[in-house]
């Protein structure tokens, strides 16, 4: 058995956010499903390990991690000699950058995204009824983000350069379910936008997770 067991499901943003990096990386794992709908994310074995009751959760060996993108970044770093050099180690310019997207990442586009895919599609899946002043305002924080996002992919193939890594990787689950929605022409009215996202959601590692998805 994988000494990395994860504890989550793929169509959980988070979930497939990790997923991702561990396929990325070349790191064998085990697939462990919770049953969020029964509430098996709320019982206390999980919350030991989680105790804020959320997916996904990370054992490798004695060490527990939960936060997703926290975990992406212990698993690019432990395997930082196999698979993408998501953190461009070698290079401490280009690892500082690194750092600084995934930072935009987390604190500019996630909080807007995260916000459109809750008002478009979660709502709809359990017959609320979306706020559209709400997605209004999320898809012009959304768009001035973009905006410089547009700006930076003019210049450099990705985010941190001209090389793959983990800022761009921790972008494509919330993205990708955005392109299910309206607010899709927010990625695709921006051309070098739209060829960053294209890229970077036909990676092999990212097919991968949504296969799982389909089980």
Not at 144 to 149: N, R, S, T
């Amino acid at each position: 058995m994988a000494a990395v067991k994860v504890y989550g499901m793929p169509l959980s943003s988070c979930t497939a956010r990790v997923l991702t990096c561990l396929i990325e990386k070349g790191v064998e794992y085990e697939l462990i499903p919770r049953n969020l709908a029964v509430g098996e994310h709320k019982q206390p074995t999980f919350l030991a390990k989680q105790p804020f009751g959320q997916i996904p959760v990370l054992e490798d060996g004695d060490l527990t991690l939960f936060e997703s993108r926290a975990i992406a970044k212990y698993v690019a770093y432990k395997y930082k000699d196999q698979g993408t050099d998501l953190l461009r180690h070698e290079n401490i310019k280009e690892s500082a950058l690194v750092l600084v997207w995934t930072e935009v990442e987390s604190q500019q586009y996630n909080p807007p995204i995260s916000t459109l895919v809750y008002e478009l599609l979660i709502k709809g899946m359990y017959g609320m009824t979306t706020d559209q002043a709400v997605v209004d305002a999320q898809s012009e924080k959304l768009g001035k983000v973009l905006d410089v996002y547009k700006a930076r992919l003019t210049e450099n193939k990705y985010l941190a350069g001209n090389s793959y890594s983990l800022d761009d990787q921790n972008h494509i689950p919330y993205t990708y379910f955005l392109m299910k929605t309206s607010a899709a022409s927010l990625i695709n009215s921006r051309s070098h936008v739209k060829a960053w996202w294209e890229d970077i959601s036909s990676r092999p590692s990212f097919q991968k997770v949504l296969t799982l998805t389909q089980k």
